[in-house]
């Protein structure tokens, strides 16, 4: 057989290629493979075996990942990429004590950065985007959404949308695009929250058009929008023909988690306050439970999401940065991983499966990325650690030897 690229001497190979997303305990149980090879073809997975076996093959470059952890690249499930300036000035009032939802409602928080991104030009927007996606990339993620959601007025949402189509299509990364103009209400809307959901909800069809996203979301929270609100507006998206997200139970306890699963969304976000209703109700459902550890952390809280009692109860979680400027400032999801070993006390195995195969069920691409399986995309991380456990481990530094989009070295 003749292969473009021969990947052998691979140490641990952690597949993840289940068939649907990986729900409860099934979560702990990691198939890996020892002293392994992959070989690519066409930017694909052509062939998987051992590295004795790999001796048979005809390969035009071979690379040697000496005994390394390799596994398929990383994806994000959730993030607000396309954003104006930066909000460095809000940690000192997050020290004084400020409450992340008294900043934005007086203005600043989500707020702020609305006025920095309606400033900004397309042009600037792209390339701070770019920007953030090469990080991304540098940090082992081949996968990544992208939410709108600091313009809430439609030129702005619009000029989002299209700034993170671009991106997708000029960064060799995958991008998975969200419409979340439901993010905050806008001062001049203060009075009439439902007119202002009305009013982004005129941009579904154009979005649909367009095909600028894939998945409206909303922002379901004290001071934002309220469960009925957030149930009519979602509603009208599914309708549409949308796939519905939720950022749900972030901050006070409203019950978006419920929501979510009423709404069949293909994700219920945060869920750091959800209560126990909502985790028995998301364990019983379809929909994935995207934990985002890194804003309780970075938001100074002691609650987080019972990430435990999720799983425990047979729920399919995956874990992201939420990677924004405002409640989590990272594109690391190696140390979000950290942070979900010991905040929410799960599993190495468990943490996984929550960056590959479920983060994947949760923006729709399980069957196309989060996984090394013949015939997908070789999106392919070659890790500077002895085993699985090696990353959530040593925390707070990048461990990516390679990364392989599509076959191609894409980061060493
Ligand atoms: O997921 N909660 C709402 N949205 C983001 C934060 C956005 C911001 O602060 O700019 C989140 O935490
Ligand atoms: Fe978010």
């Known amino acids: 057989m003749r292969v473009d690229t021969l990947l052998t001497n691979i140490g641990q190979l952690l597949p993840m290629d ?7 305990r099934d979560m702990n149980d990691l198939a890996i493979l020892e002293n392994a090879a992959i070989g690519m073809k066409d930017g694909k997975v052509e062939w998987i075996g051992t590295a004795e076996e790999a001796n048979d093959l005809n390969a035009d470059r071979t690379i040697d990942a000496k005994g390394k952890l390799v596994t398929p690249g990383l994806v994000e499930p959730h993030t607000h990429l396309v954003f104006g300036g930066s909000r460095e000035h809000e940690m000192a009032l997050k020290q004084q004590g400020v409450p992340y939802l008294e900043i934005l409602k007086n203005g600043g928080g989500i707020l702020a950065t609305v006025n920095a991104t309606k400033q900004a030009s397309y042009n600037d927007l792209l390339d701070k985007a770019l920007f953030h996606l090469d990080r991304m990339a540098m940090h082992g993620i081949t996968t990544v959404e992208a939410k ?3 313009g809430l007025d439609k030129e702005t949402e619009l000029k989002q949308l299209k700034v993170a189509k671009a991106a997708g299509e000029n960064h060799p990364l995958d991008l998975v695009s969200t419409y979340l103009g439901a993010h905050a209400i806008p001062p001049e809307y203060k009075k009439d929250p439902e007119a202002f959901l009305d009013s982004m909800s005129e941009l579904f069809d154009q979005i649909k058009e367009e095909d600028l996203a894939e998945f409206v979301d909303i922002f379901t929270e004290t001071g934002v929008f309220t469960v009925d609100q957030s149930r009519r507006y979602l509603q009208r998206a599914k309708d549409k023909g949308f796939a519905v997200k939720l950022h749900a139970d972030e901050i006070d306890p409203l019950g978006g988690t419920k929501l979510a699963v009423e709404m069949g969304a293909i994700s219920g976000d945060h869920l750091a306050v959800a209560s126990d209703d909502g985790i028995s109700q998301l364990a019983a459902s379809s929909t994935i439970g995207v934990i985002l550890p890194g804003t309780s952390f970075y938001l100074g809280k002691d609650t987080y999401a019972r990430a435990r009692e999720m799983i425990d109860a047979g729920a399919a979680v995956a874990i992201s940065t939420d990677f924004n400027p405002g409640s989590s400032v990272t594109e690391n999801l190696q140390l979000i991983m950290s942070i979900a070993a010991l905040k929410l006390k799960m599993s190495p195995a468990e943490i996984w499966h929550a960056v590959t195969v479920n983060a994947a069920h949760a923006i729709g691409r399980g069957k196309e990325a989060g996984s090394i399986k013949v015939g997908r995309k070789a999106d392919i991380v070659i890790w500077d ?9 040593h925390y707070g530094v990048n461990h990516v ?7 191609a070295v894409l980061y060493e």
């Open 148 to 150: 709108s959601g600091y």
């Open 18 to 24: 289940n068939t649907g997303p990986v729900k409860g």
């Open 401 to 407: 030897n390679t990364v392989i989009k599509e076959g």
């Open 385 to 393: 650690a002895p085993n699985y456990m090696y990353i959530p481990y």
